[in-house]
């Protein structure tokens, strides 16, 4: 499912996007694996990277790489995987435009949506905002849901 806005795109990541993308997963998560504990050397950055790699969508703004979502279907739900953002975009709707098109695909199959955050990640004020709900927790991470919307919840947003 493409998606397109005005200076936003989504686009299959490519073997050629892998220096872009695993730059950006240090960037942005390793100071949310340390502080909960979690390995954050190279290989596991590159590990994590490429795992569900064929799920992966670059997220540009104006053509340019400006992070990533990965997030898939399966038969009861769609899940998120990873959303990054390059830091120096974070905080301008790029990971809320992001989002908004796997609810779309989500509400189109009449599915949930279902993510984990790392405790003390900001990107968790998002995910509630969009209406993402704490279903359990461990002690490194929540993982939240999101129910299907009605027609009329959709509209208004």
Known sequence: MPAQEPG??????????????FELRKATMTEHLARVGEPSDDTEHRARLLHRY???RVICIDGEPAGLLKAHRTGAEWVVVQLQITPALQGRGIGERALHWVLRAAQADALPVT???????????????????????DERQFYMRRAPRASAEIEAE
Not at 8 to 21: E, V
């Open 8 to 21: 936003f795109t989504l686009r299959p990541a490519l073997d050629s996007d892998i220096p872009f993308l």
């Open 115 to 137: 993510l984990k955050v790392l405790k003390g990640n900001p990107a968790m004020r998002l995910y509630e905002r969009l209406g993402f709900e704490i279903v359990g927790k």
């Open 54 to 56: 064929d799920t992966a």
